[in-house]
């Protein structure tokens, strides 16, 4: 495969490599990904992160491996592997569904290495175009406030929500963006400040429990987040927090736009209850770790409820901003996210 490069993937030499999303924003240091037990591993412990950009990565590898001779059985199974890395955002599973009709050609080791390129591709050309549509909603002077990260680093592209506001930035029309940090992993306080910066958005980081009275003083004009998974009936599923920025925002009368690619779309799943939510490991919320360290401050062994997503019912939502274009409330309720 020739060399790539996105924001966060990287493939040299036929390897493929990952932007440590971990050690981010104190070190820019890329690890290799070579095999599937490595990216596994890599996806677990959240250095490869994001919807989008977790289903680029495990095709990208397969393409690699068949490349390398890996045959259609150890392709097969390693396809499995990856599909179960992580099983809330349907962006994996979608992109692997593709990937596995690759492998089920004759010429397999082309058919992929062609399908995963297409596959990234199409990711940056989605970003754009829901960073066309979403900046069309954005007016001027807006103050919006987005939760975890959606960028470049989640994308092979400008990223999703976080892609519509650095669009309308460079259109002039962000006064500040409210950066929640996102417990417990702090996508916001380490990622999505670390990409504003980088982009020269302003922006002010608050914690997750910040946004209620920013609200509550009318200093939020719209809430922009992005999804791991949309359901048939406009159900969202998105990083914890999401739900409760949502009802905030009905409450505040405040519009909440939710930004995704059509690989985020699961019209098979019929609402919210029945997307599958990852636990994760209680030592997220009994403390924090990263490239600084490990702190822990609860007691030791306390008892730990850590969801990494919540769902946002469709009813508090005020527009899905997918690379078509917005899709309205009464659109999804007359079915638009049913299977075809
Ligand atoms: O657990 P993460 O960091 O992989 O979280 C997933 C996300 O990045 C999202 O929640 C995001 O809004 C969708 S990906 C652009």
Same mark, same amino acid.
């Given at each position: 495969?020739?060399?790539?490069?996105?924001?966060?993937?990287?493939?040299?030499?036929?390897?493929?490599?990952?932007?440590?999303?971990?050690?981010?924003?104190?070190?820019?240091?890329?690890?290799?990904?070579?095999?599937?037990?490595?990216?596994?591993?890599?996806?677990?412990?959240?250095?490869?992160?994001?919807?989008?950009?977790?289903?680029?990565?495990?095709?990208?590898?397969?393409?690699?491996?068949?490349?390398?001779?890996?045959?259609?059985?150890?392709?097969?199974?390693?396809?499995?592997?990856?599909?179960?890395?992580?099983?809330?955002?349907?962006?994996?599973?979608?992109?692997?569904?593709?990937?596995?009709?690759?492998?089920?050609?004759?010429?397999?080791?082309? @058919?992929? +290495?062609?399908? %995963?390129?297409?596959?990234? &591709?199409?990711?940056?050309?989605?970003? !754009?175009? =829901? $960073?066309?549509? *979403?900046?069309?909603?954005?007016?001027?002077?807006?103050?919006?406030?987005?939760?975890?990260?959606?960028?470049?680093?989640?994308?092979?592209?400008?990223?999703?929500?976080?892609?519509?506001?650095?669009?309308?930035?460079?259109?002039?029309?962000?006064?500040?963006?409210?950066?929640?940090?996102?417990?417990?992993?702090?996508?916001?306080?380490?990622?999505?400040?670390?990409?504003?910066?980088?982009?020269?958005?302003?922006?002010?980081?608050?914690?997750?429990?910040? @946004?209620? +009275?920013?609200? %509550?003083?009318?200093?939020? &004009?719209?809430?922009?987040?992005?999804? !791991?998974? =949309? $359901?048939?009936? *406009?159900?969202?599923?998105?990083?914890?927090?999401?739900?409760?920025?949502?009802?905030?925002?009905?409450?505040?009368?405040?519009?909440?736009?939710?930004?995704?690619?059509?690989?985020?779309?699961?019209?098979?799943?019929?609402?919210?209850?029945?997307?599958?939510?990852?636990?994760?490991?209680?030592?997220?919320?009994?403390?924090?770790?990263?490239?600084?360290?490990?702190?822990?401050?609860?007691?030791?062994?306390?008892?730990?409820?850590?969801?990494?997503?919540?769902?946002?019912?469709?009813?508090?939502?005020?527009?899905?901003?997918?690379?078509?274009?917005?899709?309205?409330?009464?659109?999804?309720?007359?079915?638009?996210?049913?299977?075809?």
């Amino acid at each position: 495969m020739h060399a790539l490069q996105t924001t966060s993937l990287r493939v040299a030499d036929n390897h493929l490599f990952i932007l440590d999303q971990q050690a981010l924003p104190q070190e820019k240091r890329w690890l290799s990904a070579g095999t599937v037990a490595e990216l596994v591993g890599h996806i677990h412990a959240l250095r490869v992160r994001g919807a989008p950009l977790i289903g680029l990565s495990a095709s990208l590898l397969l393409a690699l491996l068949a490349e390398q001779g890996a045959n259609r059985d150890q392709l097969a199974q390693a396809l499995e592997t990856l599909r179960a890395a992580r099983p809330t955002a349907v962006n994996l599973m979608n992109n692997l569904d593709r990937m596995k009709q690759a492998l089920a050609q004759e010429n397999f080791v082309s @058919a992929l +290495s062609a399908e %995963a390129l297409r596959l990234i &591709d199409e990711d940056k050309q989605l970003c !754009d175009s =829901i $960073a066309q549509a *979403g900046s069309a909603l954005v007016t001027a002077g807006s103050r919006l406030l987005t939760h975890c990260n959606t960028g470049g680093l989640a994308t092979a592209g400008v990223g999703t929500a976080l892609g519509v506001i650095a669009l309308a930035h460079q259109q002039g029309k962000v006064a500040n963006v409210w950066v929640d940090e996102t417990r417990p992993l702090l996508q916001g306080g380490r990622l999505t400040a670390w990409e504003l910066g980088e982009l020269g958005v302003p922006y002010q980081l608050i914690t997750d429990s910040m @946004a209620a +009275s920013l609200m %509550a003083k009318g200093q939020v &004009d719209a809430v922009w987040v992005g999804a !791991d998974r =949309i $359901a048939a009936n *406009g159900d969202v599923a998105n990083k914890i927090g999401t739900y409760s920025l949502a009802v905030l925002a009905k409450f505040h009368h405040v519009p909440f736009y939710v930004a995704a690619p059509q690989t985020t779309l699961d019209p098979l799943c019929p609402n919210g209850d029945a997307i599958p939510i990852e636990q994760r490991a209680a030592a997220e919320v009994t403390g924090v770790a990263g490239s600084f360290g490990a702190v822990q401050w609860a007691p030791e062994n306390a008892q730990v409820y850590n969801p990494a997503f919540d769902v946002t019912p469709a009813a508090l939502i005020s527009g899905w901003v997918l690379d078509s274009g917005v899709v309205t409330p009464a659109e999804v309720a007359n079915g638009v996210f049913q299977p075809k």
